[in-house]
Nanobody, 127 residues
Framework: QVQLVESGGGLVQAGGSVRLSCAAS????????MGWFRQAPGKEREFVAA???????YYADSVKGRFTISRDNAKNTVYLGMNSLKPEDTAVYYC?????????????????????WGQGTQVTVSS
């Protein structure tokens, strides 16, 4: 079992930056694909970024060039650096994970591929 706890959200002005963290408990963190998803009010949850166990990264087109996902396996933590924030980035951001020993790259960007989810952290970007 893996537990995920996000932190780092808050209120930021447009053009600003925020870094989210997601701390994972349990063993074998280095085997997990870690992803970030977000859900804005009235909208469906959408993929933001993912990082494989080898460190390969994937991004939604809407955040490419502005967001950076990274992981520190020694700390069992994944990060999402968010720059040049826009009001449309306002959402609850969720950290998620699945064991890459059992699922492949097809699931990197798909929320139904992730087994474990955090509780979410709110990011609000004011204009």
């Amino acid at each position: 079992q893996v537990q995920l706890v996000e932190s780092g959200g808050g209120l930021v002005q447009a053009g600003g930056s925020v870094r989210l963290s997601c701390a994972a408990s349990g063993r074998s963190f280095s085997s997990y694909v870690m992803g970030w998803f977000r859900q804005a009010p009235g909208k469906e949850r959408e993929f933001v970024a993912a990082i494989s166990r080898s460190g390969t990264t994937y991004y939604a087109d809407s955040v490419k060039g502005r967001f950076t996902i990274s992981r520190d396996n020694a700390k069992n933590t994944v990060y999402l650096g968010m720059n040049s924030l826009k009001p449309e980035d306002t959402a609850v951001y969720y950290c998620a994970a699945f064991d890459e020993n059992y699922r492949g790259s097809y699931y990197y960007t798909k929320s139904d591929g992730y087994h474990y989810w955090g509780q979410g952290t709110q990011v609000t970007v004011s204009s």
